[in-house]
C-alpha cells in the first residue's frame, strides 16, 4: 500500500518525494545546532542587511551626486552664455551712449 | 553631374564579415579607391560574424551600381564583396561623390570628406589658411600652435597625413576657469568675425574657421582652447592630462610641406594624450575614443554644438527641393488666418517657408546649415520671407535672435526638428516661442513620434521623439498643447500638434 502511495505521489506530482526528504534532513541538521550559534548567525545576517542597504544608499547618494555635478557643469556653460551675452549688449549700449565713468558712474 | 537625390528611406546592411583573432580592421574600396577604414573597436560580434554598421557618409554618396571590396587590416586580403545598387534606373559605375561631384572618402566620423591630399594647390592653400589663421591669433594675444592631425604628419615625416581634412591649431589660455576659457573663446569668435573669418563653433571652446573661394567653400581650419585646472591640461575634445607647462610652450618649430609653424616644445606628451599609446605608427582605422570622466567633464563645462549638423550640411548637398510639397504641420498652420509672422524653426530648403510666402505670411525661416539656407533664400526671392542661419543647439545664439527679433505675436513652426536635437537643447526651440508667440501665437510642432523600420543612430531622419516628452516640455515653458494629429510623410510617421499660451 505505501509502495503505491509512493508510486501514485512521485506520478502526480514529481519530486515530492525528495522535498519532503530534504525538509526532514534539514530538521534532523538544525536539532545538532547550538541555539547560540544560530542566534549569533541571525544577528550576522541582519547587520549584514544593514550594510547592504547602506551600501545602496550610498551607491544611490553617489548616483545623484554625479547628475548634480554634470548639472553643475552645464550651469557654467549657460552662465557663460548670459554673461558673454550680457556684457556684449551693455558695451554696445555704452558705445552708443559714450564712455561711462567708472568713479561717479556717470556717462 | 546633376543633382543625385540620397536614398531617403532606405535601409542599408551593415557590413558583416566572418571574425577572426587576426582580423584588426577593415578597408573597404570602392573600385581601386580606399574610401573607408574602421578599426575592430567600432564593430560588434554576432552568431560569429563581425559587424560593422554602415556609415552615413557612404549611404549619402554612393550612386551607382557595382560591389565594394572590404580588405583586412592589417594584411590587406580581400575577405568580402559588398554589392551595392543606389543606380534607381542608371547602369553607371559605382561610385563615392559629395553633392559637388568630387570623389569622396568617409571620415572618422561617419561622415563624406574630401581629402586635400588628392589636390596639391588645395593642399598649399589650407596651409596657408593655417598660417593667416595662427597670425590673426597672435594679433589676439594668443600663442597657437600647430595640433591634432597637421602635428602628427609634420612630426612622423614633415607631410600631411594622407586622409588629412582640415587644418588644427591649439593654444593653451590663461583662464583658469571653463568659464573663463569660453568668455575669451566668444571674444575670439568675434575678434575673428570683425577680420572676416567665417566661423563656425562646435564647442564653448572649439571654433572652426572655414575658407571660401569663389563662393565655394575650400578648407576650414578648427581651433581648440585649452586651459590648465591644477595640473591637469583640458583641450576639448580629447585631451585631458597631466602634462607639464613647460611642454606645451610653444617655442618648438615643425616644418609641413617646407612651410614653417610654431609647434610646442616639446610635442610628445601631448601626441601621446591626443592619440593615446602608437600614435608613431600610421593607422588609417584611427578612432578617437575619449575617456568617459574627460568626456563627462568637456560635454558638461563646454557643451556640444553640432547637433548633427554637419550630417544636414552633407545631406543638404543632395537634397532636392520641393520633394515633399509643404508639411503636415505647416499645412495645419496655415488654416489658422490670423496673418501673423511665422517663426520657422529648422526650415530645411525652404518648402514650409516658400507655401506660407504664398500664403501671405511674412516668414523668418531659420536653420543651421549653410547649405539649406542659401538654397531657401533663393527660393525665397521675391517673397516676404527673411532667411537666418542661425544653430538652435547653441543657446547663445537662441538668446541673441530673441533679443534682436522684433516680433510681438508670432505663430512658430517647428516640424520635424525636435527630434534631432540633443534632449535639453529641445527647449531651445520652446524659449524661441516663448518669448516670441505673445499671448494668442500658436505653436504648431511635428515630430515622427515612433521608430520606423529603417531607424539607425547615424541618420537623424529616422529618430523619433515620444509625445508625452513634446508635452511635458510644452508645460514646462507654460504652454498647453492639445489636438495630436496622425499623418504619414513618406516612410515616416508624423504627428502634428498645437500649442498655445496657458491661461493663468
Known sequence: ?107 | MGRHAPAVDRIWAPFRLPDSPELEGIDVYVGDRHVWSSPVSASYVENGERIWGFPIGMSLGLRGTGEMIVRRRPDGAEIGRYPVDCARGSSDELVLRTGRGADGIVNKWGNLAVPVQRDPEMQQRMLDHTSSLMEALKEFGLRPFLMAGMLLGAVRDGDLLPHEEDGDIGYVSSATTPADMMLESFRLERFLAERGFESLRHSGTHLQIDFVREGRHEANVDVFGGFYLDDWFIQPFQVRARIPREALEPTGRVVLRGVEFDSLADPEPWLEANYVTGWKVPDPAFRFVTAPESARRMLGWFGAFNGQREFWEIYYGYAEAGRGGPSAAAKRLARNRSGRPVIDLGCGTGDDAVFLAQQGRRVIAIDASKRATNTTRERTEGLDVEVIRMNLVERRQVLDFIVDAQIDEADILVHRVLESLPGEERDNALLIARHLAGSRGEVHVGIVDRPDEGFTGADPRTWWIERAEIENRARGMGFELYGWRASREGARNIATAVMTRRQA
Do not use: C, F, W
Open chain 1, 1 to 107: 500500500m505505501r509502495a503505491l502511495v509512493g508510486k501514485l505521489a512521485r506520478k502526480l506530482a514529481p519530486g515530492t518525494m525528495e522535498s519532503l526528504a530534504y525538509v526532514r534532513e534539514v530538521r534532523q541538521r538544525a536539532a545538532l545546532l547550538d541555539p547560540a550559534d544560530v542566534a549569533q548567525l541571525h544577528a550576522e545576517l541582519i547587520a549584514v542587511r544593514e550594510r547592504v542597504e547602506r551600501l545602496e544608499e550610498t551607491v544611490a547618494r553617489l548616483e545623484d551626486l554625479e547628475l548634480s555635478v554634470n548639472e553643475h557643469r552645464r550651469d557654467v556653460l549657460r552662465v557663460a552664455e548670459l554673461t558673454d551675452l550680457v556684457l556684449t549688449r551693455l558695451r554696445a549700449v555704452e558705445g552708443a551712449s559714450g564712455t561711462v565713468d567708472r568713479a561717479t558712474n556717470k556717462h
